[in-house]
């Protein structure tokens, strides 16, 4: 079955640096590629999302890439603020199949 | 137009007894994902419902464990017998379609004791 890898597990960055968390998956047939935030005791909310059939999506200050051919997929986050500490999880699925998360980034914006 | 919907949003059970954590999807969603999330771990599919069928249980435990979605009614997660392993939050998501994107409530934390 599908196995999402996802690195770093902590990232820490200064207030208005960028952030990127990058992740891989297994299994070629995967062609949706969510992206969850959770704040400490909260919900994952999607933040965005990616479909195979595009190589890169933005939306403000947040953009997802896809290498299809690596199986490589990334967020980048720009001009970090502090509200953007949480814990980020990428995710895969295929057509018809359940989703598959990455284990977690824990973000921290430093001052 | 409402969110998905979970309760309760925590839930004390001792070793032994029985657990039920419901959830209703948003409206206009047929489709209902149950997730495990032990503290600072990720997120661990569990089983796939549509209205009265199992899609996809390959995440749950063998034993102890079942979950329904009937034609009326919320989803029900059910835990038989908890165990202390069985404590942690557990989340579910809804979805319109089968490669929809998943919106999740906001989770029924388990303690057992």
């Known amino acids: 079955g599908e196995n999402v890898e996802q690195h770093p597990s902590t990232l820490s960055v200064q207030e208005g640096d960028s952030a990127v968390i990058k992740c891989t998956y297994s299994?070629?047939?995967?062609?949706?590629f969510p992206w969850y935030k959770q704040e400490l005791g909260k919900r994952p909310q999607l933040i965005i999302d990616?479909?195979?059939?595009?190589g890169e999506k933005k939306d403000q200050r947040i953009a997802v890439t896809l290498n299809k051919t690596a199986k490589h997929f990334s967020l980048h986050i720009t001009e970090t603020q502090p509200e953007d500490s949480a814990v980020y999880f990428c995710?895969?699925?295929?057509?018809?199949?359940?989703?598959?998360f990455g284990k977690g980034t824990r973000l921290h914006i430093l001052p | 137009n409402a969110g998905v919907m979970q309760n309760p949003r925590h839930l004390v059970r001792r070793r032994g007894q029985e657990a039920r954590l419901r959830c209703s999807p948003m409206?206009?969603?047929?489709?209902v994902y149950w997730y495990r999330q032990l503290p600072e771990e990720g997120l661990k599919f569990m089983v796939y419902?549509?209205?009265?069928?199992?899609?996809?249980e390959s995440g749950m435990p063998k034993e102890r464990f079942s979950a329904e979605f009937p034609k009326e009614g919320p989803s029900i997660l059910r835990i038989q017998q908890v165990v202390r392993g069985d404590s942690a939050a557990y989340f579910c998501?809804?979805?319109?379609?089968?490669?929809?994107?998943?919106?999740f409530g906001p989770g029924t934390r388990l303690t057992v004791t």
């Open positions: 998501a809804s979805s319109p379609g089968r490669t929809g994107e998943q919106y």
């Open positions: 299994d070629s047939a995967s062609n949706y």
């Open positions: 990616i479909r195979s059939n595009v």
């Open positions: 995710a895969a699925s295929k057509r018809d199949d359940k989703i598959i």
């Open positions: 409206k206009g969603h047929s489709h």
């Open positions: 419902l549509q209205k009265e069928n199992i899609i996809d």
